[in-house]
Nanobody, 127 residues
């Protein structure tokens, strides 16, 4: 079965950086658009970033534009999220997600665009 396992979360001071990783198994990784979402307590799950499988194009949520970089290593079946200049309001559980195999994604920012999810990793940004 498909498994996505996030790592790299933790406690960081405001203005600091973190790099999240997501390791996958059970799927042909290179044929899936990969994304990161986050969910703070009492809030809806929010799109952070995605990277398309068919051309490597990346896109980002408005709130993280310019501070976050998503990347992937298809040889390692991993996707990464480099986050810089973190803010306390970005404290949340961060989730890795994969779209359906061969799905030609254009700008998939909705939770419903992704069918596989990891268990999440906690990121806490202190002020």
């Amino acid at each position: 079965q498909v498994q996505l396992v996030e790592s790299g979360g933790g406690l960081v001071q405001a203005g600091g950086s973190l790099r999240l990783s997501c390791s996958s198994s059970g799927l042909t990784f290179s044929l899936h658009t990969m994304a990161w979402f986050r969910q703070a307590p009492g809030k809806e799950r929010e799109f952070v970033a995605a990277i398309r499988w068919q051309d490597g194009i990346t896109y980002y949520g408005d709130s993280v534009q310019g501070r976050v970089i998503i990347s992937r290593d298809d040889a390692k079946n991993e996707v990464y999220l480099q986050m810089n200049s973190l803010k306390p309001e970005e404290t949340a559980v961060y989730y890795c997600a994969a779209g359906a195999q061969y799905r030609i994604s254009l700008y998939d920012t909705n939770v419903r665009d992704y069918i596989y999810w990891g268990q999440g990793t906690q990121v806490t940004v202190s002020s």
